[in-house]
């Protein structure tokens, strides 16, 4: 399979099997994680209920340094009795904005700025309309982004507008689907949940992450991450998919951030 993400193009092996049944007209699309970003599996309309089976799920407290914060999330690691599948944007290059509702797509050489927003604020960073950044790689644009002092920032830096395209209507292994999103993948219904505010789901569909469906998939994301300039990616993602499982689907819930000997709460709390 090949996917583009953050503006690059990576070709990335799934070991997946398209399961099909019965004819093109028969197979549906059913909603595993709601939202325009559902992970689906297809399967025969008479099977969906069946197929869409929750096998088991775990819970685990995961910490990882990005740039100078300590991070802490909850991952949700769920198992279902067939393989999983999300709605991506139809063009390779094209990334599903949540802000937007849309898929959009930037000039070869240009970068998404939307991508970033997990990045500290850095001004002119972000703009009121979505936009693309060129002339930088993803990964100078990032390094910007840290907003370290004497950094050069994005104020020389040529910027062109995003073209809007179409909504997520093919469908892709989760696996491969997870970097065409720029934030959180599925919505969260914390309705039942007292204290939980829009805010805090802001948060969470801002800084939550999409993990590969791997052990230590968190390591995994970090290692693709920081391997600029120091491992081989495509090497590094072929290696880490074939230990993908297929049927499995993972997400990381951000709960607090620690910068500068401060830490503070940008999700949920544990408990809830």
Same mark, same amino acid.
């Given at each position: ?5 953050? +503006? ?11 399961? /099909? ?8 699309? %059913? ?12 399967? %025969? ?66 970068? #998404?700025?939307?991508? @970033? !927003?997990? %990045? $500290?604020?850095?001004? *002119?960073?972000? /703009? $009121? ?20 002092? *004497?950094?050069? +920032? ?14 997520? !209507?093919? #469908? ?8 065409? @999103?720029?934030?959180?993948? $599925? ?19 801002? @800084?939550?992450?999409?993990? $590969? ?15 600029? +300039?120091? !491992? ?28 500068? *000997?401060?830490?503070?709460?940008? +999700? ?5």
């Amino acid at each position: 399979a090949t996917a583009a993400a953050s +503006g690059r193009r990576w070709r990335r092996p799934i070991r997946t099997r398209r399961w /099909q049944i019965g004819t093109a007209s028969a197979l549906a699309t %059913a909603a595993v994680l709601c939202g325009a970003a559902c992970a689906a599996v297809g399967v %025969a309309a008479e099977a969906l209920q069946e197929t869409l089976e929750l096998v088991g799920a775990t819970r685990a407290i995961r910490r990882a340094l990005i740039g100078d914060e300590v991070r802490e999330y909850i991952e949700i690691h769920m198992r279902f009795v067939a393989p999983i599948y999300a709605r991506i944007c139809s063009h390779m290059d094209a990334i599903y904005l949540y802000k937007a509702k849309k898929c959009l797509r930037c000039p070869s050489g240009c970068t #998404l700025s939307a991508l @970033f !927003e997990r %990045a $500290p604020k850095l001004p *002119g960073l972000h /703009q $009121p309309s979505p936009d693309c950044i060129c002339g930088l790689s993803y990964e100078e644009i990032d390094l910007r982004a840290q907003g370290r002092p *004497g950094d050069p +920032g994005v104020s020389d830096v040529e910027r062109k507008p995003a073209e809007y395209m179409d909504e997520p !209507e093919r #469908l892709e292994a989760y696996g491969t689907a997870i970097w065409h @999103f720029d934030s959180l993948m $599925p919505e969260l219904n914390c309705a039942a949940v007292p204290g939980v505010t829009e805010v805090d789901l802001l948060n969470i569909r801002r @800084f939550g992450l999409n993990g $590969p469906p791997i052990a230590e998939s968190l390591h995994w994301l970090r290692r693709f991450d920081t391997a600029f +300039g120091v !491992e081989d990616l495509d090497t590094l993602l072929t290696n880490a998919s074939r230990a993908y499982d297929e049927r499995s689907a993972v997400f990381l819930l951000p709960i607090r951030r620690t910068r500068d *000997g401060r830490t503070r709460d940008f +999700g949920l709390s544990s408990a809830k």
